[in-house]
């Protein structure tokens, strides 16, 4: 069975601190994978999604990057972390070209920004 | 207009009532939707699909309506452990993103 790992489950880091979040995924091959964001009582924010190594789409101009260097590893990246980067990141897979499954979330990761 | 719309809630309900939650888009050519669960402080879990003719879950029903670009949630018999935010979700033909609205809010009283 497919499986999503994410870690880790709380951060905490300093203003201007760098950010290394990482996702991995088994039990499947070649997963569309995504990072949302959920600010404090919003909703999910869409912040990149990757349909294979390498590609990488940006939703949203920010501080944030996003790198695939293997098909099942998915990261997520800042050089300088702001006080607006604090909230739940969510990592999660789709299977490619069956949208009608829908998505699997990973635990998440709180980070919060002081 | 919105691409998603829910009510934010809270749907506050004794234990046993039937409740309902609608969610409308605004985009004709969405063709997969769903709902999902989440527990506060927790990650948002797939509760069911919602298929054109309609399904049905043990206590829980969705309806798509195409023509009105709503779908719905029914829940009858509410639990205490129904408790949490529901997530309307839907995605578009040739897109590889699903677009979440922000959640309606469910408070099962005992």
């Known amino acids: 069975s497919q499986t999503i790992h994410q870690w880790p489950a709380t951060l905490v880091q300093p203003v201007g601190s760098p950010l290394s979040l990482e996702c991995t995924v088994e039990?499947?091959?070649?997963?569309?994978l995504y990072w949302y964001r959920q600010a404090a009582g919003r909703g999910l924010q869409l912040l990149f999604y990757s349909v294979g190594i390498g590609q990488i789409s940006s939703e949203v101009p920010q501080n944030l990057s996003a790198s695939r260097p293997q098909d099942r590893q998915f990261i997520l990246s800042s050089k300088k972390l702001l006080l607006s980067d604090s909230g739940f990141y969510l990592c999660?897979?789709?299977?490619?070209?069956?949208?009608?499954?829908?998505?699997?979330f990973g635990s998440g990761t709180r980070l919060t920004v002081v | 207009r919105k691409e998603v719309e829910q009510d934010p809630g809270p749907f506050n309900v004794p234990e046993g009532a039937t409740v309902a939650f609608n969610c409308t888009y605004s985009?004709?050519?969405?063709?997969?939707f769903f709902w999902y669960r989440q527990d506060c402080r927790k990650e948002p879990k797939l509760l069911m699909s919602?298929?054109?003719s309609g399904n049905e879950d043990g206590r829980f029903t969705a309806q798509l309506n195409r023509a009105s670009q709503y779908i719905s949630l029914l829940i009858r018999d509410s639990k205490l452990s129904d408790s949490a935010t529901y997530l309307c979700v839907f995605s578009t033909s040739g897109t590889y993103k699903y677009i979440f609205g922000t959640g309606t809010r469910l408070k099962v009283l005992a």
């Open positions: 919602v298929y054109s």
């Open positions: 985009n004709s050519a969405s063709q997969s």
């Open positions: 039990g499947t091959s070649n997963p569309n």
């Open positions: 999660a897979w789709s299977v490619r070209g069956a949208a009608h499954y829908g998505y699997t």
